[in-house]
């Protein structure tokens, strides 16, 4: 198959070579690099090369296979750093806990093109995305250190009511465990990482499966830009290490990207789970809707990058699309043309559109998935569509698909296309009510009257309503959450800061000699929390 070919190792542009493994051998945990002795993962590419025996894998690395004991060990660093809030960190300033983060990111962006090559290798991704990705999480994090600075100057004066006089500020809540995703490996677990240090908490965080090597080059700029125990490592097998820190208790707050399955089961297992927050970002089923109204071209466009942006691996991305039967074929013939001009190829050249999919086991999936579509009575409409060479997949669009099936019902994630024609408009609308789901929904539409009609019952079951484009999380000053199964919490840059924090006030009766009490806290700088100092 000409179009999914892998490189011999001698095409591969010399920029781009691995010069040899990356044997993470140490890990942060109590502000020290750790030096791992025991059993390491090998971190094998998506990107094969061309040999003899057929595609080959690249090896990219390996990192630490730690268990219980390590866990364990990095809990109680974390733990002790905050020491039931009185540790250094909780009660440093808001000032000095921007200038720790501040100083971390010019580490960390003295590591940008190590950081997206290996996001590259790891999961291939495109070069190009890569290095977008690691961009918006550098502006994320100044955005966040902006919000955080409005925050404290609106809380930097007291309100008096009825003779009492108070201040409200924000409080952190503990340790917070992070696991990010693979499909974002940086970025999505730096959008919960930094707000959760930035309030006060300090943090274990878990780098996923695939992308845990992109993590290793920032970890000593994390222990040389933070007190000691406030930034943590953990890595091995989820399975062993995370039971044991849920079920010990001593986790405030869980945040985790992935699937529903796994964050109800991980919730049970904490024995207080009234004192646990969750913030989720979980499974997603987006749909697009496609009117007779619809500006096809206009649809199209946006339907393609909604459905194969990183090969339709972003719970973001739409997986199931409804188009009117007056313009379904129509609308297919435009899908089907705009596929054949995607580039495909490997994550370093310029201007791929598809790439070599990460998880292994992903492709069997996906064909076992186009498999059931064809048997009750689908087609793949479009050529070379589900072929597969190892870790490629080429886009499939598939039509019609019925309730029987199960790209129905079930999140692809991967490139396949769902079609379904629809012929009253309560089709697509019923879906959407009886789906587990509830992230976010395109509508396609030139007319004013039916996107209206479609939008008032929508909101109320999706959290964002997008006209006449793609689903997308940004941008990032925008709340990001969902309904249902897809999420628990709100994430956006101000939003993150609400939720890995608590309000909490200091409040006296306006005595005489209160009042003097608090002005000489407040003029003598006694107090981190009782302030009216002004950030700028």
């Known amino acids: 198959m000409k179009e999914l070919q892998f490189p011999k190792e001698d095409q591969i542009p010399e920029s781009f070579r691995l010069i040899e493994p990356i044997r993470q051998n140490t890990y942060l945990s109590n502000g020290l690099m750790k030096v791992w002795k025991g059993k390491s993962h090998d971190v094998f590419s998506p990107v094969c090369l061309e040999k003899k025996t057929g595609p080959t894998r690249v090896l990219v690395g390996s990192y630490p296979v730690c268990g219980e004991k390590e866990a364990l060990e990095a809990l109680d660093a974390a733990e002790n750093a905050y020491d039931n809030g009185r540790g250094e960190w909780p009660t440093m300033s808001v000032a000095d806990r921007i200038k720790c983060i501040e100083k971390f990111t010019q580490r960390m962006i003295e590591k940008r093109e190590e950081v997206a090559k290996l996001i590259l290798w790891e999961i291939g991704k495109s070069y190009t995305d890569s290095l977008k990705e690691f961009d918006r999480t550098v502006e994320y994090i100044y955005a966040t250190v902006d919000a955080l600075k409005d925050l404290d100057r609106q809380s930097s004066g007291f309100q008096i009511v009825d003779g009492i006089a108070a201040q409200i500020r ?20 730096y959008t919960t990482l930094i707000p ?8 274990l965080f878990k780098p996923p499966k695939h992308g845990s090597l992109l993590h290793f080059p920032l970890l000593e700029a994390f222990a040389e830009c933070f007190p000691k125990g406030v930034v943590n490592s953990v890595y091995g097998r989820g399975a062993d290490i995370i039971p044991p820190l849920m079920k010990s208790g001593r986790i405030n707050v869980l945040t985790l990207i992935g699937s529903s399955k796994v ?51 972003r719970c973001t991305a739409l997986k ?10 129509e609308f297919n013939q435009k899908l089907v043309a705009a596929i054949g001009k995607l580039k495909v190829g490997m994550p370093w050249e310029d201007g791929v559109n598809i790439t070599p999919l990460p998880e292994p086991q992903k492709p069997i999936y996906l064909q076992d998935c186009l498999k059931d579509a064809l048997k009750h009575g689908a087609k793949v409409l479009n050529e070379n569509g589900g072929e597969v060479n190892e870790s490629f997949v080429y886009p499939a ?117 209160n009042k003097h009490l608090l002005n000489e806290i407040i003029t003598d700088q006694e107090s981190n929390f009782l302030s009216t100092k002004f950030i700028f």
């Open 170 to 189: 924000r409080s952190p809540l503990g340790v917070v465990l992070c696991m990010g995703p693979f499909n974002y490996p940086l970025n999505e677990t």
């Open 320 to 329: 199931i699309i409804f188009v009117h039967k007056s313009v379904v074929d």
């Open 397 to 513: 669009v598939i039509y019609p698909v019925t309730e029987k099936m199960k790209l129905y019902r079930e999140e692809q994630f991967g490139p396949i296309i769902p079609v379904l024609p629809f012929l009253r408009i309560e089709e697509p609308i019923d879906y959407l009510i009886d789906s587990p789901h509830g992230q976010q929904v395109s509508l396609f539409s030139s007319d004013s009257e039916e996107l209206a009609k479609l939008i008032d019952p929508l909101v109320n079951q999706v959290s964002r309503v997008n006209i006449n484009s793609q689903c997308q999380r940004g941008p990032d000053v925008f709340p990001f959450t969902g309904r249902k199964d897809s999420a628990e919490g709100t994430l956006s840059v101000s939003d993150a800061l609400r939720s890995f924090s608590i309000r909490s006030l200091v409040a006296a009766k306006l005595t005489e000699e």
């Open 196 to 203: 959760a240090l930035i309030m006060g908490n300090t943090v």
């Open 263 to 313: 964050a109800d089961q991980l919730k049970k297992l904490h024995p207080k789970v009234n004192r646990l927050r969750a913030i989720l970002g979980l499974d997603a089923k987006n749909a697009a809707i496609v009117t007779a109204n619809a500006d096809l071209d206009q649809a199209v466009k946006e339907c393609i990058t909604g459905a194969l942006s990183f090969n339709g691996q």
